[in-house]
């Protein structure tokens, strides 16, 4: 059964490609065995560089099942998640993740994300973009008032 949702989100990529929306990637979420969500990359046609199909697959699956943990489903997709997808797959708790292509084959198509990898073991004064922590005074304010919500909802 994993192949047959795997082609899915091949084929999905592939008519993104076709129709100009965005880059070569497709993704799924189901439940049970049953599509809740098909995306596409579409970051060129909506400007918008988080709508990888992996993202957008997650949200379409959570607005779905009217929750944010997915616990109980499975992600398929036409190539192995960035970290960016990664983030999201494991605050989203997907249960297991299938993909067709590796990053090393979206880099020889021009979608080299080791970049990023390199950034995220860097320390953050190392890293290409300038950032830089100012602590303030007030800056764990909204911790501890996290922290002392009776009624908050843990993720």
Known sequence: MHAVFLQQAIDLAERNVHAGNGGPFGALVCLDQKVIAACSN???????????AEILAIRKACAELNTFRLTDCVL?????????????????????????CNRYDAALAGFDDSFI????AASAEKRIITMQHIELKES???FIAWQQQGNKILY
């Open 42 to 52: 579409s970051v060129s046609c909506n400007n918008d560089p988080t709508a990888h």
């Open 140 to 142: 764990l304010r909204p």
């Open 76 to 100: 398929y997709s036409s190539c192995e998640p960035c970290p960016m997808c990664l983030g999201a797959i494991y605050w989203a708790r997907l249960n297991q993740v299938y993909f067709a």
């Open 117 to 120: 990898y390199n950034e995220i």
